[in-house]
């Protein structure tokens, strides 16, 4: 099993920042790719942006060029680097990890930037 706990959620100003957290415990497979979800109220779960092992990365659209995600496989820790927050990136936050098949969520963390 492996267990997934955000921290860095918090109240910010538009164009302000915000840096993210999760940090994965348990049974971690040397290779597995871990990612960022995020939910607004109303809206589905969407992929903010995800992480191989091997560095490999993706981004949603509305973030490309904001935020930026990384991983310490050392620390079994990902991170999220969000500049230029908008309003719209309101959302809580999740963490998620596939690894041989399996996926874990962590319990998610709230993002609030007002305008």
């Known amino acids: 099993q492996v267990q997934l706990v955000e921290s860095g959620g918090g109240l910010v100003q538009a164009g302000g920042s915000l840096r993210l957290s999760c940090a994965a415990s348990?049974?971690?497979?040397?290779?597995?790719?871990m990612g960022w979800y995020r939910q607004a109220p109303g809206n589905q779960r969407e992929l903010v942006a995800d992480?191989?092992?091997?560095?490999?990365?993706n981004y949603a659209d509305s973030v490309k060029g904001r935020f930026t995600i990384s991983r310490d496989n050392a620390k079994n820790t990902m991170y999220l680097q969000m500049n230029s927050l908008k309003p719209e990136d309101t959302a809580v936050y999740y963490c998620?990890?596939?690894?041989?098949?399996?996926?874990?969520w962590g319990q998610g963390t709230q993002v609030t930037v007002s305008s």
């Open positions: 992480i191989s092992t091997g560095g490999t990365f």
């Open positions: 348990g049974i971690i497979e040397s290779r597995n790719t």
């Open positions: 998620k990890m596939w690894q041989l098949g399996n996926t874990y």
